[in-house]
């Protein structure tokens, strides 16, 4: 079982930067693929980025990519998800999410443990 709370959602500038955490409970982290996913008002759960269970590969929407950066702290059950040059159409709620195939896959029903989520808005 695993256990995963986001945080570090806020409001920011479009063209600001913000990092957001996923810290995890249990002891096995470290076997476990991360995800960051996202849902904005009235769309469905999009993937954003997935990182493997070792840290060294990684996956990104076209919609991120060069602009978000994925990364794990393995001693510290902790997942991040940096991002940069915001835009107002990044705004939504992410969600980070576990998956114990251990592969960065874009794909939601791979993820078997969800966070609450954390609101990030971004204004123009």
């Known amino acids: 079982q695993v256990q995963l709370v986001e945080s570090g959602g806020e409001l920011v500038q479009a063209g600001g930067s913000l990092r957001v955490s996923c810290a995890a409970s249990?002891?096995?982290?470290?076997?476990?693929?991360m995800g960051w996913f996202r849902q904005a008002p009235g769309k469905e759960r999009e993937f954003v980025a997935a990182?493997?269970?070792?840290?060294?590969?990684?996956y990104y929407a076209d919609s991120v990519k060069g602009r978000f950066t994925i990364s794990r702290d393995n001693a510290k059950n902790t997942v991040y998800l940096q991002m940069n040059s915001l835009k107002p159409e990044d705004t939504a709620v992410y969600y980070c999410?576990?998956?114990?195939?251990?592969?960065?896959?874009?794909?939601?029903?791979?993820?078997?443990?969800w966070g609450q989520g954390t609101q990030v808005t971004v204004s123009s």
């Open positions: 990182i493997n269970w070792s840290g060294f590969s990684t």
């Open positions: 249990g002891r096995t982290f470290n076997r476990y693929a």
């Open positions: 999410a576990a998956g114990l195939h251990g592969r960065a896959s874009y794909a939601m029903d791979e993820y078997e443990y």
